[in-house]
């Protein structure tokens, strides 16, 4: 039964098509030095998220929340694109992310974090015909667990369902989906001076 999955889903619906427009794919798949930056503003995001998540106590959730860890794939990304580990360390971080004071906190995160592999399906489609990236060149991150992604979200799926059986309990983890929605949001919608540098003069790969 996927109860807590399809009421995450309705809450969120249209903070998810603002997400995608403020996103704006299309435009950053022009050419290589915009995408770049787009990978630059994921990396700003989920670096800290997940370095904030791993402060957390799991322990309660059946979940292996270091297997799921993506900023990695981010930086292998931006490195195929032509950035050094210097250039890296100067790229801005995300200031707002969502309070995560436990594991109901932490599903809500990563219902965000995790539902993004979904659509990073058509993303890597788009990236493989329009810029030739493929999950070895650059597209990493959004080719994500490549043929487990459908497992992956059963798995977290089951570890939500099951965790989040109580009204409390559910309002909170819905709660952290929402915050964590608007700070992607706000981030991904910040002014692109925010990652001038991967947009500059760094040569491209
Ligand atoms: C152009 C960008 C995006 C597109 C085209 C897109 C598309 C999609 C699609 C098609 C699904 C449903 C997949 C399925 O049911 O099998 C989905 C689900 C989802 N996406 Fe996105 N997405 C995009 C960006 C994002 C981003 C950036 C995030 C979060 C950081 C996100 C979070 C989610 C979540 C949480 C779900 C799960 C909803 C559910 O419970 O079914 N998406 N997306």
Partial sequence: ME??????????????????????????????????TLIARFWGIYAP???????????????????????????????????????????????????IEGPADALGVMYVMEGASLGGQIISRQLQTQLAITRSTGGRFFSSYGPEVGDKWRSYVATLEAFGDSPAIAARIEGA??????????????????????GGTEPVH
């Fill in 177 to 198: 989906a929402l915050e964590t929605f608007a700070c992607f949001e706000a981030w991904l919608a910040a002014p692109v001076a925010a990652t001038s540098r991967v």
């Fill in 3 to 36: 109860g807590l999955r399809f009421r995450l889903r309705a809450a969120t619906a249209s903070a998810h098509a603002r997400l995608e427009a403020a996103m704006d794919i299309g435009a950053h798949c022009t050419d290589r030095r915009t995408y770049r």
């Fill in 49 to 99: 998220l997940e370095a904030a998540l791993r402060t957390v106590d799991l322990g309660a959730l059946n979940i292996d929340f270091a297997a799921r860890s993506k900023a990695g794939w981010l930086v292998e990304d931006l490195m195929v694109l032509g950035l050094s580990l210097e250039d890296m360390t100067s790229l801005p971080r995300a200031q707002w992310l969502p309070t």
